[in-house]
């Protein structure tokens, strides 16, 4: 699948929450967080860490309609998925709509950005400096791409869950089987329940003991879902403050000053906004200024066209919420 079309951002996942409900958990977070009215994704996952790639599921659905395939028949898989990965570093990947810069660490995927076209030097070392390069030890030149290997499977695989790799039977025909298969001793032991109730009376204790057995089942999944709650609360802890908080903070430290915020983008904890003026500006003053505020950290700038535009770019502090 193309990168043009992806969403791409890394969740993670309180330990609390149990190996077996991170998924759910996950499914609430990337719902939450996505801007498609309706959203399928693939993961990456490192313990309780998740990297996904998000899409647009009507869009893509209807795409595959339109080559003359099901839907149903077809798998949506993102195209770093299906070529060959990195153990640590950056690299600019060349994919089939564009470039993507990704950053790795111990073979997960932290940070992506797509272009269009090859990046410039300074559009690079922003997307460095929002991964956590050390700017000081990396050069300055413009990326050379490379182009991984495609590969026959997703390599995703392996680190799936089992509900993830429940989803490569997304045909008719491997559903089908899949219920045959798991159906069959459960049809065996259904007849053997019948000729033991012809057999002997001790088949109504069998019976009893079933009933028992699915009414423990009821129980404990009514406790589950009992559990919801306490998963909507871990839920709620945004690990970034909402972007009205933001503005108000860097318009307390631009204000009574003669320039307007021209750009203003705020994505999973990275701003880059954009500031324009009559008057030449001193990128250093505001680049000190937005350091001094506990909320930002790790700003950069760079000044546009004699100086009278500058293109800043920082890292949002995280901050603790209540479970409400």
């Not at 940070?111 to 956590?132: E, K, N, V, Y």
């Not at 995703?156 to 045909?171: E, G, R």
């Not at 009514?222 to 709650?229: C, T, V």
């Not at 500006?281 to 950069?300: G, N, P």
Request: hydrophobic letters at 40%.
């Amino acid at each position: 699948m193309n990168r043009r079309i992806l969403r791409q951002a890394v969740f993670d996942l309180p330990d609390t929450i149990p190996p077996a409900k991170r998924k759910s958990a996950l499914d609430l977070l990337v719902r939450k967080w996505s801007p498609f009215p309706a959203t399928a994704y693939a993961t990456l996952w490192a313990d309780n860490k998740a990297s996904v790639y998000a899409w647009d599921r009507d869009q893509v659905d209807a795409d595959i309609t339109a080559a003359g395939y099901s839907p149903r028949r077809c798998d949506a898989w993102p195209e770093t998925f299906l070529r060959e990965p990195l153990a640590d570093g950056f690299r600019l990947a060349a994919v089939t709509d564009g470039f993507e810069g990704q950053m790795w660490r111990n073979g997960f995927l932290t940070t992506s950005r797509w272009w269009d076209s090859i990046p410039a030097p300074r559009d690079w070392l922003m997307f460095l400096r929002s991964a956590g390069v050390d700017l000081h030890n990396t050069s300055s030149e413009q990326p050379s791409p490379t182009e991984p290997q495609f590969l026959p499977t997703p390599w995703t695989v392996d680190s799936s869950h089992a509900d993830d790799i429940w989803s490569l039977l997304q045909t008719e025909r491997a559903i089908s089987v899949a219920a045959t298969v798991i159906a069959v001793p459960f049809l065996y032991l259904i007849g053997q329940a019948l000729v033991l109730s012809i057999a002997t009376a001790g088949a109504n204790a069998t019976m009893t003991e079933m009933a028992e057995t699915n009414q423990t089942v009821r129980i404990e999944r009514s406790a589950a879902l009992s559990d919801l709650d306490v998963i909507e609360a871990y839920l709620s802890l945004k690990p970034y403050p909402p972007q009205i908080e933001v503005l108000t903070h860097a318009s307390t430290i631009l204000g009574g000053r003669n320039l307007t915020i021209s750009e203003w983008l705020y994505d999973n904890g990275n701003l880059d906004l954009t500031l324009e003026s009559p008057d030449p500006l001193d990128s250093t003053f505001y680049i000190e200024a937005f350091e001094k505020d506990d909320l930002f950290s790790s700003v950069s700038g760079a000044s546009g066209v004699q100086q009278r535009t500058l293109r800043l770019n920082m890292q949002v502090a995280t901050q603790e919420w209540p479970v409400q």
